[in-house]
């Protein structure tokens, strides 16, 4: 009787140890998955952080690589003809999509915006030549922008405006040419212009 006793005793006794053991485990068990999960969230989020960083960076490396140039609700970023184009050509060089890659990470803050591409030449060549020629380099740009840089097709216009509105002397004031003016000149403008912030209600 002793022994069944006895028996019956260790048998409850090493279930209340079994059942304590396995209560001690479970919440152990628990906590570890719950630390991992949270664990798991921080690098995530650590990771979009860096990631938003990153952009922030690329973003005010592209302003002042562009010296863009910003007043009221409108952006303007210049970019050199010489860069974009070889001499009297509206294709882009393959050295373009550089910079054309960092007007695209600035056009992407203004998604909501109308942006228009405007091409200037020198004032080589005829008129007609050149406003044509602006014309074409301006939807050149636009074309690119749209196919690689994820701007709306409907939010984007082109302008040429050939050898009007020179920013630099295309002749030295002797009559002599110029070309360091001329390559001011030669250059294509995007015009940002950004939505008005909206009327707060009337109360």
């Known amino acids: 009787m002793k022994t069944l006793s006895k028996i019956i005793f260790l048998f409850i006794a090493l279930s209340i140890l079994t059942g304590v053991s396995i209560a001690q485990n479970d919440p152990q ?27 922030e960076l690329d973003l005010e490396k592209a302003r002042q690589e562009f010296q863009a140039q910003q007043s009221g609700r409108s952006l303007s970023m210049n970019l050199s003809g010489d860069v974009l184009f070889d001499y009297d050509k509206a294709t882009l060089k393959p050295e373009a999509e550089q910079a054309l890659k960092k007007v695209a990470v600035v056009l992407s803050q203004f998604p909501e915006s109308k942006v228009t591409v405007e091409g200037y030449t020198d004032s080589k060549g005829s008129k007609p030549f050149n406003m044509q020629l602006s014309l074409a380099r301006a939807q050149a740009v636009k074309d690119w922008l749209v196919k690689n840089g994820g701007v709306a097709t409907t939010t984007i216009a082109t302008k040429g405006f050939g050898e009007q ?37 009337t109360p």
């Open 29 to 55: 068990v628990a906590i570890a998955k719950k630390q991992a999960e949270l664990e798991r969230q921080r690098i995530e989020l650590e990771k979009k952080s860096l990631e938003l960083q990153q952009k």
């Open 165 to 201: 509105y020179p920013i630099a002397p295309n002749k030295n004031t002797d009559g002599s040419d110029n070309p360091i003016g001329r390559a001011l000149n030669r250059r294509v403008s995007i015009i940002v212009e950004k939505p008005a912030a909206p009327t707060p209600p």
